[in-house]
């Protein structure tokens, strides 16, 4: 795995954090960021926290000056420093400077950080098992930075796309019928042929019905979009790990969710193995994922982040983890 892929799955854990905390404490700073915003977002961080060694270095290497707490007055005329933070929050811009991001890390509280530090504790056989799911039905790319993700997903509505699909056929039939009857009642019949046949000119009622039905159409098209858009803004649920599986659980006071709902991870469960465990598939691929604690491993029924860690990821079992961990599986009951 090289840097680059590194440096984007950083740069994609600090957006979603970003897009997980605009709404929050920090609204006034994130929610419509702007440079002027943004350094008084950072100037508030560094003047009311004591901020590690690691972030001042950032700070040192991005703005070109050393924080002092006395210089107010002169930071506060650095904005012009701030814009690529600014333009990479609103997805403006993939910024090439690491300083950036790790600025971008801190205002969002976003840990680990900076760059140098989410490398070392990024478990190498993580990333490289990120590499080999990519291409199978377990790799999901869009995971937040606590893990998980929530989205509205086109399966939730089956019909959605088949009555969206009626619709459009029904406004074109529609249009081409008045458009039938507009050239009908600008046509001089008198001049027609004997033994052409013409469309039934329609009466007054029938346009009126007509247009009822259109407007019928289209309001119900609006009516669902606007459905859709109001479910897409609903808070999102929350789960909590409780001993060996998830839970839903409520937002806090605040209005959070420690772990949002992920539908892709719910049903996670923690599994005891014994002798008889079928630990895969007729295909020989892995049917109970693992994750390495001290000397043991724990056992679990999918793919997931690691629940009491969510930085890291369970692995698929394999015969030289079931041989060096798990030969003396108890007998089942």
Known sequence: MNNNTLEDLYKKAIKEKYEEVKNGDDFYFLNAPTRGKLNKLCWEKFANNDMHSNDLNVFNSLLGLSFDISAKKKFKQETDLFRPVEKFFKGETDPDKIDVVDMAAILVD????????FRKEIDPENLKLIEELRDTKHYKPDFSSVGFS??????????LKNEEVKEDKNEEVEQDEVDVIEQDENQDLETIPAGISTPVKIGGEDRVKFRWKRYFVIAAFLA??????????????????????YERTERSDEGYCD?????????????????????????????????????SVECYNQFAPYPENTQRFLKPITQYIIKQYLSDRPKCN
């Open 150 to 159: 929530n989205e509205i997903e086109i399966k939730n509505f089956p019909d």
């Open 259 to 295: 772990t949002y709902y992920d539908a892709r991870y719910f049903d996670l469960k923690k599994i005891e193995v014994c002798d008889s465990t079928k630990f895969f598939d007729d295909n020989g691929r892995a049917k109970v994922w693992y994750i390495r604690v001290g000397d």
């Open 110 to 117: 976003f840990n680990p950080r900076p760059f140098n530090k």
């Open 224 to 245: 669902v979009f606007g459905i859709i858009i109001y479910l897409s803004m609903l808070p999102k649920d929350c789960m909590q790990w409780t001993g060996n599986h």
